[in-house]
């Protein structure tokens, strides 16, 4: 699908950074720092550290470009097998308040997008959210809620409300079981990618940065970070789901126009 050069201007809610630590991008593993491979940003020092990106956001970018969500080459399907369906239908996610709700009830009612994040403090998930509660007024016109899911904890869970003040709903999913359910893929491979790096620093341009006290909690930490995630549009009915992208690594946004199509017409 060709990129689209449109830029949509709104307000983002991400918060400038007022931490002390410098503003840094970086690629590692061992290969890359034996190639020599350094991003230069011309706006900040770029620095090494283990195993992933690292940017802190300039105060005065506030536009999302959607030719960055679309042209993903990710999976998307409307078929979803019985098995999954099944195995969904165990999966227990908690709401800010620490209260489990089965993860169908999300849409047994409703027609609801679900956006499943790599992990609460992902910069490339924060974005996603921010363009998809771009789209809410659209999703509130048609009866359509938004939701967002993030392998985590609770607290993760509300220091991430809290962050982005995202206008949907956010649960944790502590045990990971919805991403195992849907099969989102996960590994070093999906995580560390030259597409990757770019739409990382593309974010970074944005304003948008990465949270490091969230992602380098112990759960997400011992798990290495390398959850991919993806989007569903599901309901109402507990076995209705509609649309299902995979992520096929880090940032692989779908087109927002698929999204809504399923959503909202």
């Not at 499943?116 to 016109?141: E, I």
Request: aromatic share 8%.
């Amino acid at each position: 699908m060709a990129a689209s050069l449109r830029t949509i201007p709104f307000q983002s809610t991400v918060r400038p950074n007022k931490t002390k630590h410098p503003a840094a991008a970086c690629l590692s593993t061992k290969a890359a720092r034996e190639r020599h491979l350094r991003f230069s940003l011309n706006l900040k020092d770029v620095i090494n550290t283990e195993s992933q990106f690292l940017f802190s956001p300039g105060p005065d970018q506030r536009s999302i470009t959607p030719s960055a969500i679309s042209g993903s080459s990710g999976t998307t399907s409307s078929m979803v097998s019985e098995d999954t369906t099944s195995l969904l239908d165990s999966v227990e996610v908690f709401d800010l308040n620490g209260e489990s709700i089965p993860i169908s009830d999300l849409w047994k009612d409703r027609k609801t997008v679900v956006a499943f994040a790599r992990h609460f403090g992902c910069v490339l998930c924060r974005r996603r959210a921010d363009f998809l509660a771009s789209k809410k007024d659209m999703m509130d016109a048609s009866g359509v809620a938004l939701v967002l899911i993030g392998p985590g904890s609770v607290d993760q869970a509300k220091a991430f409300s809290s962050q982005t003040q995202f206008q949907g709903e956010v649960y944790a999913d502590p045990s990971y079981s919805s991403y195992k359910a849907l099969s989102f893929v996960s590994g070093v491979s999906t995580t560390i990618t030259p597409g990757a790096g770019l739409k990382i620093i593309q974010s970074y341009m944005e304003g948008y940065r990465q949270y490091w006290g969230l992602s380098f909690e112990k759960d997400t930490r011992t798990r290495g970070g390398w959850q991919q995630g993806g989007i569903i549009v599901a309901g109402p009915g507990k076995s209705n789901i509609s649309y299902v992208h995979k992520d096929k690594e880090a940032g692989d946004d779908p087109d927002i126009e698929d999204v809504l199509k399923v959503c909202c017409s």
